[in-house]
């Protein structure tokens, strides 16, 4: 059993930035590929981003690319997602997730997470 805590949301204004952070519990961290996804208020969750197992690959969705930076420290077992030029329609409850497996063809990684934290909320105003 993986659990997931999210940290780092809270209120911006557009343009800013925000870096949300998830630690992991278990000792098999570095073998999971981790993401980020996000629902916002009366919509489905959806994907943002991902990152494999070691760190070397990374997956983003068109909606944050450029904006958006995952990344992870598996010595401290913990991913983060660094979020620039924050726009109001980034607003959402942002979820960490893992996966068994170390990485995964762009399916997997968008539905096929196997656990979930409890979300934090960013919150962008114009």
């Known amino acids: 059993q993986v659990q997931l805590v999210e ?3 809270g209120l911006v204004q557009a343009g800013g930035s925000l870096r ?3 630690a992991a519990s ?3 961290f570095s073998s999971k590929a981790m993401g980020w996804f996000r629902q916002a208020p009366e919509k489905e969750r959806e994907f943002v981003a991902a990152i494999s197992g070691s760190g070397i690959r990374t997956y983003y969705d068109d909606s944050v ?8 420290d598996n010595a401290k077992n913990t ?8 726009k109001p329609e980034d607003t959402a409850v942002y ?3 893992a996966s068994v497996l170390s990485w995964g063809t762009a399916s997997v990684l968008r539905g096929g997470m ?7 909320l960013v919150t962008v105003s114009s």
């Open 114 to 120: 196997d656990y979930w934290g409890k979300g934090t």
């Open 65 to 72: 690319k450029g904006r958006f930076t995952i990344s992870r």
């Open 20 to 22: 949300l952070s998830c």
């Open 95 to 97: 979820y960490c997730a």
């Open 26 to 28: 278990g000792r098999t």
């Open 79 to 86: 991913v983060y997602l660094q979020m620039n030029n924050l």
């Open 7 to 9: 940290s780092g949301g």
